[in-house]
């Protein structure tokens, strides 16, 4: 153990506790991840003197934050990722203990409170991951301090602020992930001189954001803005040698884990919050998008054809929206286009044809019942429109206006009565029931779907 200066069993099935490390002097590496490891951190890692990363990810180990770790004075990495550490982080509340920290992984634990951590001194900090914790309150604007800060990663906890607009003041800022907490207000004041000037990925879904998604918002996003061309294009990813970062995205309609983040990849997710407005043209400024999730918001207007000119987006997801009028055919000229979701929103008219739009299935248009043509069944006249149901077909398109209606049920439930309101709402949030009716009878009662109205009690029998 004296001259043992790497020790990397990651990926095997080891359990039980680690063991001694007193006299480990020598040791630089320790990678014990992946493992069925427990217990806590042994004390006596503090004698590896020479210790700079220390991965202890994805075990079973437990223990409150190890802050007697600050007497190692080379740790860069410290990777306690998907465990059971738990509590409170406040042994950082007066200063930051580790100078000299690259990387900071405590993702996926039960740390709680709120993140009273003085990054004043953390100017090496490059990635700082904290997301699946229970940490609340505010983000300390501290952080500030971190200029060499690369990855910020809060996704999944209950911080409680604004939008963080002062984190422009990081000039290496690629990636920043505040999914999953309640974060809200506006989205508009920004340096638009400054900007993010790297910023590739930014996350902000499932928040409280709110109001129009303001031009000032989108000019500060810089990077992405900037398109590499293929012939100066390079392999990079963001990571040191001893540390690749790792992302969770959600792209082309499925939640993928990137194990490790191409410097090219650029990604703008607003998605589940109540931003409402028109989308801007202005949109057409983010050059480099390839994910562009702007879905369960309240955008309402036309599809805006400057889309047309993201040439690399690769997914587009529009999905749960207010949106109207017409796919714009100008967006089958998105080549690259791997992934469309346009469903439940009221557009109508003939679905564009040719190149990807050609490998789009019916799920890209669910719950739109206005719009026609491949590769929905539904067909459209020569003016776009739907085609009207053929004679003797009423009572399937009476069945089908109803399913665009929103059942709510009575709270007096019984066997013997049942109260249903119909009222017409966005599908949204509307939780849908369906009604089998017969040639036009509803227990025992003519409807004439073109002459009554749907606001009726029926009688459960």
């Known amino acids: 153990m004296n001259a043992l200066s790497l020790l990397d069993l990651q990926g095997n099935n080891f359990s039980g506790m680690l063991p001694k490390f007193s006299k480990a002097t020598h040791l630089h590496i320790l990678k014990v991840s992946k493992n069925r490891l427990e217990g806590k951190l042994p004390r006596s890692l503090t004698e590896c003197i020479q ?7 994805n075990n079973m180990m437990n223990g409150t934050f190890p802050f007697w770790l600050q007497k190692l004075p080379y740790l860069t990495v410290l990777i306690l990722r998907e465990n059971k550490f738990y509590g409170q982080i406040k042994h950082f509340k007066h200063k930051f203990v580790f100078p000299n920290l690259d990387v900071l992984d405590i993702a996926s634990n039960q740390f709680s409170g709120e993140l009273s951590i003085d990054f004043r001194q953390a100017t090496r900090l490059r990635s700082l991951k904290v997301g699946g914790n229970k940490l609340e309150g505010r983000l300390p604007t501290s952080l500030a301090n971190c200029t060499a800060l690369e990855v910020l990663d809060l996704r999944n906890n209950m911080v409680h602020d604004t939008f963080p607009f002062w984190l422009e003041k990081l000039p ?3 990636v920043l992930i505040l999914r999953a907490n309640r974060f809200y207000g506006t989205i508009t004041k920004f340096d638009t001189e400054r900007g993010f000037p790297k910023l590739r990925i930014l996350d902000i879904a499932s928040n409280n954001f709110s109001g129009d998604l303001s031009i000032e918002f989108l000019q500060s996003l810089k990077a992405m803005m900037q398109i590499t061309s293929d012939d100066k294009a390079k392999l990079d990813y963001i990571g040191g040698n001893y540390y690749q970062d790792s992302v969770t995205n959600f792209n082309k309609g499925i939640e993928l884990f990137y194990e ?5 990849l650029t990604c703008l997710d607003l998605s589940n919050n109540s931003f409402h407005g028109r989308i801007p043209e202005e949109i057409q400024m983010l050059r480099s998008l390839k994910v562009l999730n702007l879905s369960y918001n309240s955008f309402s207007g036309e599809i805006p054809v400057a889309v047309q000119n993201l040439k690399d987006l690769e997914s587009l997801d ?3 929206n207010e949106l109207s009028g017409k796919i714009p055919p100008q967006l089958t000229t998105l080549t690259f286009l791997a992934a469309l979701n346009l469903s439940y929103s009221p557009l109508e008219g003939s679905i564009p044809q040719g190149n990807q739009f050609s490998t789009f299935s019916n799920d890209s248009y669910h719950g739109n019942p206005k719009l026609c043509g491949q590769p929905l069944s539904k067909k459209c ?3 776009g ?4 149901p053929p004679t003797g077909e009423e009572e399937q398109s009476w069945l089908y206006a109803l399913s665009t209606w929103k059942i709510v049920l009575g709270n007096d439930l019984c066997p013997s009565k049942l109260q249903v309101i119909a009222c017409q709402q966005s599908e949204k949030k509307a939780q849908i029931a369906r009604i089998k009716l017969r040639k036009g009878e509803v227990y025992g009662e003519k409807v004439n779907p073109k002459t009554d109205m749907l606001h009726s009690t029926f009688s459960y029998m």
């Open 260 to 264: 490790k983040i191409l410097t090219t």
């Open 51 to 57: 210790l700079e990363v220390l991965d202890v990810g």
């Open 381 to 383: 006249n020569e003016v």
């Open 172 to 174: 290496s800022l690629k």
């Open 318 to 320: 529009l999905s749960q």
């Open 385 to 388: 429109l739907p085609v009207p």
